[in-house]
């Protein structure tokens, strides 16, 4: 898995995930940019989704550019992980 960029978050999400939508709109909303990959579309980011859940494709799940990873975090985690 590449990181498109140092100092993107990405997400990887469904288009039918209602905690997707709802991280999006609150990482929007406090201004964090984010990438998202819908990982029904591209089974090397579904592979890592399970590589990182236990075998299973949780959404959303957030790659920060320190290697670390986030499954279905409340905004105040994803606030604290970035500095902001």
Not at 43 to 61: D, I, K, L, M, R
Request: hydrophobic letters at 35%; one cysteine or more.
């Amino acid at each position: 898995m590449t990181i498109p960029d140092p100092d993107t978050i990405i997400m990887f999400s469904t288009t039918w995930c209602g905690y997707c939508q709802r991280l999006k709109a609150q990482m929007t909303r406090e201004g964090i940019a984010y990438k998202e990959i819908d990982i029904e579309h591209d089974p090397e980011s579904a592979a890592f989704v399970e590589s990182v859940n236990g075998g299973n494709q949780t959404v959303p799940t957030l790659l920060f550019p320190d290697g670390s990873a986030l499954t279905n975090p409340p905004i105040g985690a994803v606030k604290a992980k970035v500095g902001s």
